[in-house]
T-cell receptor, first 112, second 114 residues
Framework: GESVGLHLPTLSVQEGDNSIINCAYS??????FIWYKQESGKGPQFIID?????DKRQGQRVTVLLNKTVKHLSLQIAATQPGDSAVYFC???????????FGGGTRLMVKP | GAGVSQSPRYKVAKRGQDVALRCDPI?????LFWYQQALGQGPEFLTY????????KSGLPSDRFFAERPEGSVSTLKIQRTQQEDSAVYLC????????????FGPGTRLTVL
């Protein structure tokens, strides 16, 4: 399959630890943000989203934090599992309803 | 079919050939997007359809790139006179509505231009 993220920043964590992946976005007018997970040979898979009127949103084992002041997003994964190994992208929606602008991505490697 | 499908999954073309990439979105999804993903980078927007109308094509890199969705369902991305810099994974995504809706991505077509 296709290899994604050959030259991306890498975060290596031990299985069971918590992971934090950070992202800086570019457009202060963006009002919708999404985290995607991409495994090799597959398309991006939705993880969690957040709107600009919130600063925190929780899902199952994942939490997204939004700091609009410094245009920063983070994705926290609790009790990281080997199946979480993938490349993670943040994306912003600067024009509601239209295209997404993706960040550069971070490769997460989980050591058993 | 539960998700977005794309065909072919892999395409090798000689420089100068024309290629056509197909996307079958989730049934009933109004919005359809094409993205280009170079190796080691995030996807970059190419074009957007709402039903059969192409509302945004600002991301198409040149007039060699053309996309259509004539019946508001299946979409085709065509690249004429392919060049080596066109080598990338081409991703299709669909969403149910036109607002801030989750975009569901297909597996992509990997295009290699020799």
């Amino acid at each position: 399959g296709e290899s994604v993220g050959l030259h991306l920043p890498t975060l290596s964590v031990q299985e069971g630890d918590n992971s934090i992946i950070n992202c800086a976005y570019s457009n202060s007018a963006s009002d919708y943000f999404i985290w995607y997970k991409q495994e090799s040979g597959k398309g991006p898979q939705f993880i969690i989203d957040i709107r600009s009127n919130m600063d925190k949103r929780q899902g199952q084992r994942v939490t997204v934090l939004l700091n609009k002041t410094v245009k920063h997003l983070s994705l926290q994964i609790a009790a990281t599992q080997p199946g979480d190994s993938a490349v993670y992208f943040c994306a912003e929606n600067p024009n509601a309803g239209n295209m997404l602008t993706f960040g550069g991505g971070t490769r997460l490697m989980v050591k058993p | 079919g539960a998700g977005v499908s794309q065909s072919p999954r892999y395409k090798v073309a000689k420089r100068g050939q024309d290629v056509a990439l197909r996307c079958d979105p989730i049934s009933g999804h109004v919005s359809l997007f094409w993205y280009q993903q170079a190796l080691g980078q995030g996807p970059e927007f190419l074009t957007y359809f709402q039903n059969e109308a192409q509302l945004d094509k600002s991301g198409l890199p040149s007039d060699r790139f053309f996309a259509e969705r004539p019946e508001g369902s299946v979409s085709t991305l065509k690249i004429q006179r392919t060049q080596q810099e066109d080598s990338a994974v081409y991703l299709c995504a669909s969403s149910i509505g036109t607002g801030d809706n989750e975009q569901f991505f297909g597996p992509g077509t990997r295009l290699t231009v020799l």
